[in-house]
C-alpha cells in the first residue's frame, strides 16, 4: 500500500457525476483496486453516501467532521449565541433550517436508491410525504447506522487546508475544535470535498448599512416567526408604516411574506 498512485485525485462529491464512478474506475486498467487511505470532508447527506461507497470498495476513510454528529444541513441548530451579535451570519451555526422546514421535494425522491426514505419507526414519526426536518435527519441517522459509519466519522474535527504534495498526495490540515491551536497534517491519497453549498450568506452591500440602527439578519439565520410577530402598528396613505415602538419609515413597498390561510 506504500505505493500510492499519482492519479489519485480529488472529487467534488457535490458535482454529483464524478461521485457516480466508482473510484477504481479513476485508476488505470491494469492497477488491482488498492485499500487507499482516503478523506472525505463533512458528514452530511454527500460525505456518508461517499464514505458508504469507498468502504464498499474495500476502502476505509477517514471522514472529518466540523459538527458533533452527522446529518449536515439536517442537523437544526437554534441559532448560536454568537448570532446575536453577528446577525448576518459570519459566525453563525452551519445549517440554515428554520424551525417549521418541511421538505420541498417528496421523500420518494431524496432517499438513496437502496436505502429508501420511507416514515421511520418509532413514537416520533412524520410520516407525510414532505416531512419535518427532524425527519431527514433521522433518515441518515439510521443510514449512518445502518451502514456502519459512526466509526470512521471524526467529529468536531475541522478541515482547515488541503494541499497537493509534490508526490500526487494530499496533505490535509485539520484541528479538533475547543483544543486551542492543536493542528494535525497527514498524507492522503484522494480527498472527498463534502462540505456543503448553504452555510455562508451572500449579504447585500449597502452604503451606510453599518450606521443604520434596525435589524439586519440573513434568513440563514430564520429560526422562528415569534419575534416579528405584531411589529407593524398601521400603514398610512402618505406611505409612511408605523411600528408598534413609535418609529416610522417611508415604504415604497409592503411585501407580504407571511404564508397561507389553510
Ligand atoms: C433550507 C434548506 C432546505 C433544503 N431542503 C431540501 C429538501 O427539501 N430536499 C433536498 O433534497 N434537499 C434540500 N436541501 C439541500 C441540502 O443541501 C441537501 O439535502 C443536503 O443536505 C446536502 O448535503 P451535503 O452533504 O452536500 O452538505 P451539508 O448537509 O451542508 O453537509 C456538509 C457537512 O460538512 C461539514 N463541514 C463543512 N466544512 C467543513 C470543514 N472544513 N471541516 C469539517 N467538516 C466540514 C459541515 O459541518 C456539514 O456537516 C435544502 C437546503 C437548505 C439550505
Known sequence: TEKRPA???????????????????LLPASMPSPSLR?????????????????RREGHAPVVFERAAAVGGTWLYASPAPAAAADPLGAAATHSS?????????????????????????GSVVDARRFPGHQ?????LEDFTQ??????????????????REAGGRWAVTSRKLGEKGEQ??????????????????????????????????????????????DQIDHAQGDGTVVFQDGSSIKADVIMHCTGYLY
Not at 10 to 22: H, W
Not at 40 to 54: D, P, T
Not at 99 to 119: H, Q, Y
Not at 147 to 161: A, K, M, P, S
Open 184 to 229: 494535525d497534517e497527514e498524507l492522503y491519497d484522494a480527498v472527498v470535498v463534502c462540505n456543503g453549498h448553504y452555510s455562508e450568506p451572500r449579504v447585500a452591500s449597502i452604503p451606510g448599512a453599518d450606521a443604520w440602527p434596525g435589524k439586519q439578519m440573513h434568513s440563514h439565520n430564520y429560526r422562528v416567526p415569534e419575534p416579528f410577530l
Open 146 to 163: 445502518r451502514f456502519d459509519l459512526y466509526g470512521l466519522v471524526r467529529f468536531q474535527t475541522e478541515v482547515v487546508g488541503v494541499r
Open 38 to 54: 482516503l478523506a472525505v470532508v463533512g458528514a452530511g447527506a454527500a460525505g456518508l453516501a461517499a464514505a458508504r461507497e469507498l
Open 97 to 121: 433550517l428554520y424551525a417549521s422546514l418541511r421538505t420541498n421535494l417528496p421523500r420518494e425522491v431524496m432517499g438513496f436508491l437502496d436505502f429508501p426514505f420511507t416514515a421511520a419507526r
Open 135 to 139: 425527519e431527514v435527519l433521522r433518515y
Open 7 to 25: 492519479e489519485a485525485r480529488r472529487i467534488q462529491a457535490n458535482s454529483g457525476s464524478q461521485l457516480r464512478k466508482p473510484l477504481c474506475s
